[in-house]
């Protein structure tokens, strides 16, 4: 089929000591088995790519490649495709991608400064990349396209209420206001989840939600008052305590100047779903409730469901399945649209920065860093960078694991210490497919990284370098939803 090619042996350039160059091909379109055949194989043999640790649909490989021109095509499942995001030709053979590796003294010919621009590999010793996103050849979609997108789904959600959330069956866990903290603590552990709403006896109502933070607040509040975290202090310290407690480290009063704790942010079963998804966004909370009562003064409640955006994104994925093309919005490369935090390129500012933690941090400063950025996790980096992990708010519920809490000075464990102590756990709320890091590429489409936040447990997706895995930015649930809804 592409007998006409170029010619350039592997073997044959090794044979000869010619330079070889290393460079590393990137399929980030998906598919179960994805090959590479090009001119520098003969056409003949297929190189199989491997997928990306974490990134089940990127594929990469590294090929030695003699200076010149090359033309490559992947095959991808049983049929070949060429990547429409790389410089590419029509020949004999069809459509082909082709890249030029410089050497010395070498000129690339029948190649503008446009057409390297848009290459995307990443090459050792070879600059083809453009550092310059600006340059990349990136569909452009109007203002008059992303406000018909944005309308759209806005008379979606609209349309649609909480009760379209509930599962056909499930559980939902409720705490006991005055249970001990430290029981909590295990209840959160050991069931794997984030949050319970809080259910008040004496009131015979739910007034409000116990989560990640609140752990976090406990640990930081009893760690200023001695060396050490004991199980006797989360032991006397009730849940209705510690929100009272709150109150006053929050500055929370009533008109009498008693401690107010924040009242429960709550929806109706019954409630659209843009009002749900404004109600998370505005009060920066990461479920609510879903509380339904048969009586007009709503005593006797029933707790049904919490809401997450993550269920919110599955209904408009589900909804846009099968018709996305009448929403150009969702087919935009990422990294043209304002969405997320960005690690900021050399000589550009950042209105907010991203934060990042080394593994030897420790664990006391993570988690001040979690409370003063206000972000719900911090990637964990190497020296170049490169994604190792992610400490979130959930991770705090590892403490629970043989009552470590009472064992540690938060500035004695580092950030892997306390990841590492919940790798024998049961799965813990954040893990989808045996994967706890979710990550994206800079290319990705909106619709690919809203399918991936939608699957349960994923709060937020790291961008990374394919290759490398250096970290780029972050996109989080509330980023996508403020930037669908226009906030």
Not at 248 to 269: A, C, K, M, N
Request: with cysteine; proline share 6%.
């Amino acid at each position: 089929m592409f007998g006409s090619t170029l010619d350039s042996s592997r073997g044959n350039s090794a044979a000869s000591g010619q330079l070889l160059t290393p460079t590393r091909f990137v399929w980030p379109y998906g598919g179960r088995r994805v090959f590479l055949s090009g001119s520098f194989t003969r056409w003949t043999e297929h190189v199989p790519l491997s997928p990306l640790e974490g990134c089940p649909t990127v594929f990469q490989v590294i090929c030695n490649l003699t200076p010149g021109y090359h033309q490559y095509k992947f095959f991808v499942d049983g049929e070949w495709r060429h990547d429409e995001h790389q410089p590419f030709v029509s020949g004999n053979g069809g459509v082909v991608n082709t890249i030029f590796i410089t050497g010395p003294d070498m000129v690339p010919t029948g190649f503008s400064p446009e057409t390297l621009g848009r290459s995307n590999m990443d090459v050792d010793d070879v600059f083809v990349r453009t550092a310059d996103s600006s340059q990349e050849t990136i569909p452009r979609m109007s203002g008059a396209e992303l406000e018909v997108s944005r309308h759209r789904i806005s008379v979606l959600l609209s349309t649609r209420t909480a009760y379209e959330l509930l599962p056909e069956s499930g559980k939902v866990i409720a705490l006991d206001v005055n249970l001990p903290v430290k029981q909590a603590f295990h209840i959160l552990y050991e069931q794997g989840i984030p949050l319970a709403p809080l259910w008040d006896f004496g009131k015979g109502q739910f007034v409000g939600v116990l989560g990640p933070l609140d752990f976090i607040l406990i640990l930081r509040e009893l760690g200023t008052h001695g060396s050490n975290l004991t199980e006797e202090e989360l032991e006397t310290h009730t849940i209705a305590a510690w929100k009272e407690g709150k109150a006053h480290i929050s500055r929370q009063y009533d008109g009498s100047g008693r401690p107010y704790p924040r009242p429960l942010v709550q929806v109706g079963p019954y409630d659209n779903l843009k009002d749900v998804a404004l109600k998370i966004l505005q009060n920066k909370v990461a479920a609510v409730p879903v509380i339904y009562s048969s009586l007009q003064d709503g005593s006797y409640p029933q707790l049904l469901h919490l809401a997450s955006l993550s269920g919110i994104l599955k209904c408009i994925c589900r909804y846009f399945r099968h018709s996305s093309s009448s929403l150009p919005i969702l087919q935009q490369p990422i990294c043209s649209i304002p969405l997320g935090t960005w690690v900021p390129r050399i000589g550009e500012s950042s209105s907010k920065a991203l934060a990042t933690l080394r593994p030897h941090a420790s664990l006391g400063s993570a988690l001040s860093l979690l409370v003063q950025a206000e972000v719900s996790s911090i990637p964990v980096v190497d020296d170049n960078d490169s994604l190792i992990d992610i400490y979130s708010r959930s991770d705090i519920t590892a403490l629970a694991k043989d009552k470590a809490y009472a064992q540690i000075h938060l500035d004695d464990m580092t950030v892997h210490q306390a990841l590492q102590l919940g790798q024998d756990a049961s799965p813990p709320y954040g893990i989808f497919n045996g994967q706890r890091c979710h990550m994206c590429l800079r290319s990705d489409s909106l619709v690919k990284v809203m399918e991936r936040l939608a699957n349960p447990g994923v709060r937020r997706l790291v961008i990374v370098e394919a290759g490398s895995k250096r970290v780029e930015g972050i996109i989080s649930l509330s980023d996508v939803f403020q930037f669908l809804l226009g906030l």
